[in-house]
């Protein structure tokens, strides 16, 4: 038995934090010592909120969570992380065949860098499987009914955004 603290990594875009992801959150939250959600900085993906705003955004929903905290993944690969921060899992969410599929394949790339690199899934809240951070965007673009889909203060920065 090694009684090192057991370390969960949550990697994602967060563009922006939806109640999805915090559902994620909370409940790995009861499983492993520590969370941290890792806000991968350079992806292809084009972002409406800059990392400072989702960060910001993530931090004021986690903040009563006292083993959650937040990191940058600034350069390089989610795997280099896990291995220089003795991570336990990672942990990704599941919503449909589409992401099994996606997260299979990221899974799999991950644990070629390493054999200890453990990837865990949750799958989706049955409330939140519709989910997903660009169908909000769509929605909050045209001034659609977004708020039982995000946390109060993302959906006040993207009325903001879209003002
Ligand atoms: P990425 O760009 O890495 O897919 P996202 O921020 O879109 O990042 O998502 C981060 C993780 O959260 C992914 O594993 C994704 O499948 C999961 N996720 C996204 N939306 C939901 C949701 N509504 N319920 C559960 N998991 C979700």
Do not use: C, W
Request: proline fraction near 2%; charged fraction near 25%.
């Amino acid at each position: 038995m090694d009684h090192q603290p057991k370390i969960a990594l949550f990697p994602g875009t967060f563009d922006p934090l939806t109640l999805g992801h915090l559902n994620i959150i909370d409940r790995v939250s009861r499983l492993f010592d520590e969370v941290i959600v890792l806000v991968a900085v350079n992806t292809s993906k084009k972002h409406l909120f800059n990392v400072d705003e989702r960060i910001r955004l993530i931090h004021e929903n986690i903040k009563d969570y006292n083993n959650v905290r937040i990191d940058t993944l600034t350069d390089g690969l989610v795997a280099t992380y896990y291995q220089q921060h003795h991570a336990s899992t990672i942990v990704r969410g599941v919503r449909n065949s589409t992401d099994f599929d996606y997260e299979f394949t990221i899974a799999s790339g991950n644990a070629r860098q390493g054999k200890d690199i453990e990837t865990m899934i949750l799958y989706a809240a049955d409330e939140y499987r519709f989910l997903s951070s660009s169908l909000i965007k769509e929605i909050a673009y045209f001034k659609g009914d977004i708020h039982d889909m995000v946390p109060e203060n993302v959906r006040i920065a993207m009325e903001q955004k879209f003002k």
